[in-house]
């Protein structure tokens, strides 16, 4: 059971990671003069690339232990 709260809190932690992320490269976007397509673009580039790092420290981690 702690095991799992554990799982679901860092999962819950690094979607709040992401969204962050992607919240700033849109804001920045933006700021750069980017049209808000453009910027809704770079943020969802953002947010994959956040997660997709996530995956890849999780796997590697998992072979470590």
Avoid: E, N
């Avoid at 809190?9 to 700033?24: E, I, K, M, Q």
């Amino acid at each position: 059971m702690t095991r799992l709260v554990a799982v679901l809190l860092a999962a819950g932690l690094v979607a709040v990671w992401a969204f962050l992320a992607a919240a700033c490269a849109g804001v920045l976007a933006r700021m750069d003069g980017a049209t808000y397509p453009a910027a809704v673009t770079r943020a969802a580039a953002a947010f994959a690339a956040v997660l997709t790092l996530s995956a890849v420290v999780a796997g590697v981690l998992s072979q470590l232990l």
